[in-house]
DNA sequence: TCCTTATATAAGTATTTGCTTATATATAAT
DNA sequence: ATTATATATAAGCAAATACTTATATAAGGA
């Protein structure tokens, strides 16, 4: 592994908001609207950043209709499953029980 | 380990001359005036790249008559460990055998 | 003491970053 | 076709970053 491509990724994973995005996903697949209620920023500063996660190649998506879903990648950096290791998994954040307020438990 | 001081690490860590200056000091200990001819920067950003990595935790520093020793310190944490083992080793930068254009082996 | 050397700090600046609001794109529903 | 929803992209801006040069500090040698 290059220190380069180390560079890329540690300064992907280098920001509070991020390091909360990846320890949503350890839990699952996560739509980007999941995402602007964990964090409290916008819809795309939401999108900037998982857009960085995706450029080092450290998560993937999927698209379900008009939501996306997005993952970590399942063959990570000997880096990455480093790091991803020691980030704090976050609660309130978990889409495959609860993505984009469908599912009947959301009051709205 | 909590996420905040993550990100304080991985900050840290994140930058392409910051990694260099570890990776030389999985060597042994270095002194800045070895890292200006390794960075090809200045002496203060040398002092400045260490100042970060000093506050992160990450090394730590010895003082030796004018000259001053930077070394990892030797608990790290978790994730440092796991970036440690990744980044890789720079040669031309040991401070150990060929400190401070001390030892008989410079042109000078 | 004065001068030199090694390093740190200060101040200034250009670049990068992380947000914002506005707009574009894509899908689904009416 | 029109409208609504979810996400992405564009543009602009404030804050952070990484350098520079100039200066301060500290130790050693003449």
């Given at each position: 592994?290059?220190?380069?491509?180390?560079?890329?990724?540690?300064?992907?994973?280098?920001?509070?908001?991020?390091?909360?995005?990846?320890?949503?996903?350890?839990?699952?697949?996560?739509?980007?609207?999941?995402?602007?209620?964990?964090?409290?920023?916008?819809?795309?500063?939401?999108?900037?950043?998982?857009?960085?996660?995706?450029?080092?190649?450290?998560?993937?998506?999927?698209?379900?209709?008009?939501?996306?879903?997005?993952?970590?990648?399942?063959?990570q950096?000997?880096?990455m499953?480093?790091?991803?290791?020691?980030?704090?998994?976050?609660?309130?954040?978990?889409?495959?029980?609860?993505?984009?307020?469908?599912?009947?438990?959301?009051?709205?």
């Amino acid at each position: 592994m290059e220190n380069t491509l180390i560079e890329k990724q540690l300064k992907a994973a280098a920001d509070l908001n991020r390091i909360k995005l990846l320890a949503c996903m350890k839990n699952g697949e996560v739509c980007v609207c999941d995402f602007v209620d964990v964090l409290g920023i916008s819809q795309p500063a939401v999108s900037q950043h998982l857009r960085k996660l995706k450029e080092a190649g450290i998560i993937t998506e999927r698209k379900v209709g008009t939501w996306k879903h997005y993952r970590l990648v399942e063959e990570q950096t000997p880096l990455m499953k480093g790091i991803l290791e020691q980030i704090q998994p976050l609660t309130g954040c978990n889409c495959e029980t609860d993505c984009c307020h469908v599912g009947g438990n959301s009051n709205e």
